[in-house]
């Protein structure tokens, strides 16, 4: 593994959008990934992407993901797979394992893209084999081709629990219900219309109570909630199915920028603690940047142009400002802003407002 000036650390479309924009100002980025492939979440997502022809959308996840991927390859770009980052230590050396071998690095700049982890509920049962994260799911069926169980009972109807969904209809499984505790569903109508059509009930104001099974899931029991939270007596039900798939969220992967000393902030509408950073990403520790779900949880459109930022942003810290950079930045901070215009970016927009604030 040879050293760099500029290590990005995850290969999701964060970090390969940082790569190729600081790679057009000259610089030779490192990207280095825990997986065998890169693309990040994009490998699993056989779905068309919504948001704005610019940043791709109408084409197919995977797809942006290969498209990445070679660009990427046309350049001055290394990538290094299946090494992970396992330590950032106060010297500024990153300790790097890949093959059970450690190697120090220690570049000038670093751009920490890792992305976001599920989160999970407990419940009585939720330990037993059939129990899985949305996200798991859908990396078995869709990239490795195995189908999780028979019938499923979805807990979550933001996006992601719905388009996990309807691919686990396509698969042929049955989808029993989708459960969600608020009083609306959470994601885009367009997805949870699909679903909907075709006879799926999509119960709000329901949480799962327990899983129940020998020596996997053969069943959960949901319940209405009121608006505090507390089961309705009399409306539990019983469903006979082999999975459960929890889609309740995802929470910033932070802790290599904990690690840096970045300040952080427990910003709610970004999905919990994110570090503060600048209009080009960098955060409180120079040279530290951070883009994507990492910066907060949102969509792989906004994760590629705060990578591209932040690759601008690292080219300005290692070489200087120019004109020529200025106008890059310029135009990717307006097509950042133009997708958070609409309704679907405030929650993200008034997040990064708050998080501005928070400057100590
Ligand atoms: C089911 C589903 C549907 C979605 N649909 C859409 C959609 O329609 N449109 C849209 O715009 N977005 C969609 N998204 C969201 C989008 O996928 C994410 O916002 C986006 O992938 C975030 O990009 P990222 O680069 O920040 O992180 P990721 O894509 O998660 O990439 C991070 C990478 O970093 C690696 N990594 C983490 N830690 C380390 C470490 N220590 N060392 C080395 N490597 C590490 C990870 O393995 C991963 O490869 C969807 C997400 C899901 C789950």
Not at 157 to 167: D, F, K, R, T
Not at 197 to 215: C, Q, S, W
Not at 221 to 237: H, L, M, N, P, Y
Request: charge should be negative; proline fraction near 4%.
């Amino acid at each position: 593994m040879t050293n760099t000036d500029f290590l990005i650390i995850g290969g999701g479309p964060a970090g390969l959008m940082a790569a190729l924009s600081a790679s057009e100002f000259g610089l030779e980025p490192l990207i280095i990934d825990e997986n065998q492939s890169i693309g990040g979440q994009l490998i699993k997502q056989t779905h068309m992407f919504f948001g704005s022809k610019a940043e791709r959308a109408g084409t197919r996840g995977f797809e942006i993901g290969l498209e990445l991927e070679q660009e990427i390859g046309k350049r001055n770009i290394s990538i290094e797979r299946q090494a992970s980052a396992v330590g950032y230590y106060p010297d500024g050396t990153l300790a790097v394992q890949q093959n059970e071998k450690v190697t120090p690095l220690k570049p000038k700049a670093i751009l920490v893209a890792t992305g976001a982890s599920e989160n999970f509920v407990s419940f009585s049962g939720s330990d037993l084999p059939g129990v899985y994260g949305a996200g798991a799911v859908q990396t078995l069926m869709n990239v490795y081709g195995i189908k999780p169980g028979h019938s499923v009972l979805m807990v979550g109807s933001g996006n992601i629990g719905l388009i996990v969904s309807y691919q686990l209809m396509q698969a042929g499984v049955e989808v029993k219900a989708v459960i969600e505790g608020l009083p609306k569903i959470g994601g885009y109508l367009v997805h949870a219309s699909k679903i909907a059509r075709a006879g799926v009930p999509i119960l709000t104001r329901h949480t799962i109570l327990n899983a129940f099974g020998e020596e996997q899931v053969s069943g959960a029991v949901i319940s209405k909630i009121d608006d505090k939270w507390q089961t309705i007596e009399g409306t539990q039900q019983t469903l006979e199915v082999d999975t459960i798939c929890l889609a309740v969220g995802l929470s910033p992967l932070t802790e290599l920028l904990w690690q840096a000393g970045c300040q952080m902030n427990y910003i709610p509408e970004l999905g919990g603690q994110v570090a503060w950073h600048d209009d080009l990403m960098m955060t409180t520790a120079p040279g530290i940047f951070t883009a994507g779900d990492v910066s907060g949880i949102e969509e792989a459109s906004t994760a590629m142009l705060e990578g591209e930022l932040a690759g601008l942003g690292a080219v300005k810290f290692l070489r200087g400002g120019s004109k020529e950079l200025q106008c890059r930045i310029d135009d990717t901070t307006c097509r950042l802003a133009g997708l958070r215009a609409g309704p679907f970016g405030q929650k993200a927009r008034e997040g990064k407002c708050k998080l501005a604030e928070c400057r100590r």
